[in-house]
């Protein structure tokens, strides 16, 4: 079947780094997004690998291991407005996103 | 980035009734839509993988006929909750791809429905 392991809440500090890691299993495999969903909003895009490496974007960061099944997200100089759940979704061989009930962030003063 | 727009973004209605909730695109044209629902603390859920000019497809467990589906237009998909009840209160969230099927999902802003 297809599953995605995240940790299901996370604490960091304010201007500290947290790494967000995210173990999936999907039938086939076209890439992985990561997006952030605040409270009683929808999600909003950060990032997509396809290809094992790190990419970055900004504060943001995001890895992928294929052979693994693994990825993480690096979020660095944290901001209250970091605050938020992310989601972990690889993409299957028919081009669905499967989704996990996400890791919720909570960033403390 | 492209923008996908959800209206309405809260909705409360009596059991018994229905709610069209519309999701639009509105900077591009979105051959295919996707329908989700998210339970507090739970993942988004697909519903149906809304396609123009045809029929949706349904995702196993979703009624049909109780989750109506229209796309009518390369802007323009609808979700009718017919004959509410209040477990399908819950926030609804369109999304549309952008390009290929690899593309990224944008999502709209989700509709909260609350069924009394």
């Known amino acids: 079947g297809q599953n995605i392991d995240q940790p299901t809440e996370m604490t960091a500090t304010e201007g500290a780094i947290v790494q967000i890691n995210c173990t999936y299993q999907t039938s086939g495999f076209n890439g992985l997004f990561w997006y952030q969903q605040h409270a009683g909003e929808a999600p909003t895009f950060l990032s997509y690998?396809?290809l094992d490496g790190l990419e970055e974007k900004g504060r943001f960061s995001s890895f992928l291991s294929r052979s693994k099944g693994y990825s993480y997200l690096l979020l660095k100089e944290l901001q209250m407005k970091d605050s938020a759940s992310y989601l972990c979704?690889?993409?299957?061989?028919?081009?669905?996103?499967?989704w996990g009930a996400g890791t919720k962030l909570i960033i403390k003063p | 980035g492209a923008v996908v727009s959800q209206h309405p973004s809260r909705v409360i209605c009596k059991s018994g009734t229905s709610v069209k909730i519309e999701c639009r695109s509105l900077?591009?044209?979105?051959?295919?839509m996707f329908w989700y629902r998210q339970f507090p603390k739970q993942s988004l859920m697909l519903m149906a993988t809304?396609?123009?000019?045809?029929?949706?497809?349904?995702e196993q467990g979703v009624e049909k006929d109780k989750f109506l589906i229209n796309h009518a237009s390369l802007t323009l998909s609808t979700l009718t909750v017919t004959s509410a009840h209040p477990e399908d209160s819950s926030f609804y969230i369109c999304s549309a791809r952008v390009g290929t099927e690899a593309g990224e999902l944008f999502f709209g802003e989700g509709s909260r429905l609350t069924v009394l």
């Open positions: 979704a690889p993409m299957d061989s028919n081009y669905q996103l499967i």
């Open positions: 900077d591009f044209q979105a051959t295919t």
């Open positions: 809304s396609n123009e000019g045809s029929k949706a497809t349904y």
């Open positions: 690998n396809v």
